[in-house]
């Protein structure tokens, strides 16, 4: 990916950091559609579940579940999955030039295309943890890194899943606001491009079929 190039789906710095209009779109939607839960397309899914259940199936299947969103996220960027290698680490020769407390950054994806170097990352946009800031903070300061002292332009990709009904409905509201904070925190490696956030929305289809794949 172009790192100039901005796309729709693009989280960007000047997204947050000047007015609340993000959140304020994010909590009118959910206002709007408080009634999401009985729709027609959740009542004809064939996994439904409560919202325990289906991020309990997500946690449980992170692995699974991070690499068909990486791919799909590679398909609709019209770049080939083949090379694409889940829960990447560095080697231990690499590892020894980086600082003890950068070493064992595992990264959700890594590929190679066209010596275009990619790492991902993925969280579900509707439930970020407070906690995640240091893990990410370790991962990016890993791959920077690892650009600067091997000369690379590699790209890190932060892909936020947006997964419905995975949130008991007081959670929602909470999670939007922890969402924003988490990307508050990285605004200035978002500005210099070190870190690139897309959202990409998922549905109910969507989910029942990753249980079917998986189960």
């Given at each position: ?19 609340d ?29 409560d ?7 997500l ?22 999955t ?23 950054a ?14 991902f ?27 600067k ?15 419905p ?34 959202k ?16």
């Amino acid at each position: 990916m172009n790192k100039n190039e901005k796309k729709n789906n693009v989280i960007m710095l000047s997204d947050f950091q000047r007015n609340d209009d993000y959140l304020d779109d994010e909590l009118s939607n959910f206002q709007k559609n408080d009634d999401s839960l009985d729709n027609k397309e959740k009542i004809t899914a064939p996994f439904a579940g409560d919202s325990m259940e289906r991020f309990e199936f997500l946690r449980e299947n992170f692995t699974e579940v991070k690499e068909i969103i990486i791919k799909r996220y590679l398909k609709e960027n019209n770049i080939p999955t083949k090379k694409l290698i889940i829960d990447f680490s560095f080697k231990d020769n690499k590892e020894l030039f980086a600082p003890a407390l950068l070493r064992g950054a595992i990264f959700d994806g890594y590929l190679c295309h066209n010596r275009q170097e990619i790492f991902f990352g993925v969280l579900f946009h509707n439930r970020i943890h407070p906690s995640y800031d240091k893990a990410y903070y370790k991962k990016l300061a890993r791959f920077h890194l690892y650009n600067k002292s091997n000369r690379k332009n590699g790209n890190f990709i932060l892909i936020l899943a947006d997964v419905p009904n995975i949130n008991f409905k007081y959670e929602d509201l909470q999670h939007l606001y922890l969402t924003k904070r988490f990307i508050k925190s990285f605004e200035p490696a978002i500005e210099k491009n070190l870190m690139i956030i897309e959202k990409m929305k998922f549905n109910n289809n969507d989910f029942n079929e990753w249980y079917s794949v998986i189960k």
